[in-house]
């Protein structure tokens, strides 16, 4: 799954692209239309690809990518496409991130067909058998029941939509649709499955205790699951979880 965030307050285009992928479900666009809303949705939901207009209304294409480049991991991925007037300048010698600008007006397919050709080389790996498994297994819980499974779905869900994380409702609807439950009872079975995951003592990975310390104090539904999920990525994108 490769999952894409549009910075770019022109709807139409936006829509112009979704239909383009639309076809194509190895796609999952989410989209803002401020560049502090394009920075705060990047840190959180790590996307493979960025398509960043320069018709911003808060912050330029420069200020917006220097943020995004204040880690070197983050520097040198070259995972961002600018969408530009004809009559443009920049320099863009210094943005490593930059893999390709594409003037107005865009042509027919030219911005989705330079998203499939990035997502090649940027693009969310596919989970392997047994790694959900053993973060939860990692963290305690009892494989046999429900919590556990109902858990393991909403890691998957959200792995792959990581958007969806924004809405807790989204999750929750999903699940109990699955189950053929109502809601308040995955909510309420989630819910009495999250412990305090401040306790040194729990046998878990350093990096993944790391993830979920909360400064002694216990974790919501909603940042578990965002948590979670993006140690997952990031860790996913470095290689296998074990």
């Not at 911005?111 to 498994?133: C, F, H, M, R, W």
């Not at 790391?210 to 994108?237: C, P, T």
């Amino acid at each position: 799954m490769v999952n894409v965030l549009v910075g770019n307050k022109n709807t139409n285009e936006i829509d112009i692209l979704c239909r383009e992928l639309a076809n194509d479900k190895n796609f999952e666009i989410k989209s803002v239309v401020t560049g502090t809303d394009t920075i705060n949705t990047y840190w959180k939901l790590n996307p493979d690809i960025l398509v960043l207009d320069s018709e911003l209304p808060d912050m330029s294409i420069k200020d917006v990518i220097d943020r995004l480049s204040c880690t070197p991991i983050e520097r040198k991925r070259c995972n961002t496409i600018l969408t530009v007037p004809s009559d443009y300048i920049m320099r863009l010698n210094n943005f490593k991130k930059i893999n390709e600008v594409i003037y107005k007006p865009i042509l027919h397919n030219e911005l989705s067909n330079a998203i499939k050709e990035i997502a090649i080389d940027y693009n969310t790996p596919d989970l392997k058998v047994g790694e959900i498994d053993w973060i939860l297994q990692s963290l305690n819980f009892n494989y046999m029941s429900i919590a556990y499974m109902y858990m393991k779905d909403a890691i998957t869900y959200c792995y792959y939509k990581p958007y969806k994380m924004e809405y807790l409702k989204n999750v929750l609807i999903f699940i109990a649709y699955k189950y053929n439950v109502p809601v308040s009872r995955v909510r309420d079975t989630l819910n009495s499955s999250i412990r305090p995951y401040n306790n040194t003592s729990l046998a878990y990975a350093k990096d993944l205790y790391q993830a979920l310390y909360n400064n002694g104090h216990k974790l919501s539904l909603k940042d578990f699951l965002d948590r979670v999920v993006s140690y997952l990525i990031r860790v996913k994108k470095k290689g296998s979880l074990f």
